[in-house]
């Protein structure tokens, strides 16, 4: 009895001690990727100078080269002095000095100098606080890519009103989020499946789009989210579970709203509609859909979906052939709605079969530890 409280104990203990240290790797990880965030913000808005001064604006350049020191230095400080003081003294006196090292008194060929100084600085610093290891991983990028697509949403919505760009800073400021989003992406898609970077990289384009038109803030969020989703989908990351009837109906809805936003004429609107149509619910779909054997329909309602409808809608097609198309992909649902049901049952059978396995190996299990007569 004593042995057995003893084992509990014991097991209770290193369960305790297991469970803080994931806690604390997580922290860890989190307060790394919160900084490496920082960092990247900051290579966006570097980016933004170098915009800015080809366009021979200094103003605005002047804006992006105080952003770093004034809005993000603070929150990376902590790490930087803990790691070594004196190099944070060092990137704290290159980002204060980056406004006149790159000011209108200042050549080009000098300004860039000191943007590539600045640029090093930050790679020093990333490899002294989140190290090479992780500032390397493709699941770690990823995160990093999503964060800064985040970020670029809140910028654009507070940079863009009615079609017009209300604040200058900060429109460029999600462009340049953009931007380096898309650089990171760059460097890790051919660890990606191909599939999710083709998506990603039509959002990427249809996001650009958005940004080019001054799109409602809405419109750039469907893609940015389209990226982040993308992004997610390829390195695993699980998503919240639904009824799938629920995406069924979901689809159902915004393909009939395509239809009517395109017959008035707002094709940003229905190009909106119909990417959330297949991006937010078809793709959760398809899964189950190929698991109950029909990856045929699959492919062919992705090529309806994804392509042929979205790239009718960019290239104005008449409304007639839209409503055709929309009304193809409907009659399509309804075979899936029927289908949807099966994977309940699928799921049971599943079930059934583990359970009884299981059964048979504990009862063969009790018959081989029987005395034998």
């Not at 804006?63 to 190099?87: D, G, Q, R, W």
């Not at 649902?333 to 309940?344: K, T």
């Amino acid at each position: 009895m004593i042995k057995t409280i003893t084992s509990i104990v014991i097991g209770l203990t290193l369960i305790t001690i297991l469970t803080s240290q994931f806690a604390l790797a997580d922290s860890a990880y989190d307060e790394k990727l919160t900084f490496a965030g920082s960092l990247e913000e900051t290579l966006g808005h570097f980016w933004a100078i170098e915009k800015n001064l080809d366009d021979n604006n200094a103003e605005l350049a002047l804006v992006h080269a105080t952003h770093p020191i004034a809005e993000l230095y603070s929150s990376m400080k902590p790490e930087l002095k803990e790691a070594n003081p004196e190099f944070d003294a060092k990137v704290e006196k290159t980002l204060m000095d980056l406004g006149k090292k790159t000011g209108s008194d200042v050549t080009r060929q000098d300004a860039q100098k000191a943007i590539d100084d600045a640029k090093e600085i930050i790679k020093e610093a990333r490899l002294l606080v989140v190290g090479q290891e992780l500032s390397e991983d493709t699941t770690f990028k990823a995160k990093l890519i999503q964060e800064l697509l985040k970020t670029s949403i809140a910028e654009y919505e507070e940079g863009v009103n009615n079609g017009e760009i209300s604040m200058m800073a900060e429109f460029q400021d999600g462009s340049a989020f953009v931007w380096r989003s898309q650089q990171i992406f760059d460097e890790i898609k051919s660890d990606l499946p191909e599939h999710e970077v083709e998506e990603a990289e039509e959002f990427y384009s249809d996001l650009w789009d958005a940004y080019d038109k001054r799109s409602d803030a809405e419109h750039v969020e469907t893609f940015a989210d389209g990226i982040i989703h993308e992004i997610g989908e390829a390195v695993g990351e699980e998503h919240e579970e639904t009824e799938l009837l629920t995406y069924v109906e979901n689809i159902e809805e915004f393909l009939n709203q395509v239809k009517v936003k395109y017959a008035e004429g707002d094709k940003d609107t229905a190009t909106s509609l119909a990417t959330k149509a297949y991006l937010d619910n078809f793709e959760y779909l398809e899964s189950p859909l190929k698991e109950a054997g029909h990856k045929e329909l699959v492919e062919e309602m992705e090529t309806m979906m994804r392509i042929e409808l979205r790239d009718m809608i960019k290239n104005d097609a008449p409304v007639s052939e839209v409503e055709q198309k929309v009304d193809d992909i409907l009659v399509k649902m309804d075979s899936i709605a029927q289908i949807v049901p099966e994977f309940g049952s699928i799921a049971v059978m599943i079930l059934a079969i583990a359970i009884i396995s299981i059964v048979i190996v504990s009862t063969k299990s009790r018959l081989s530890i029987m005395p034998k007569i």
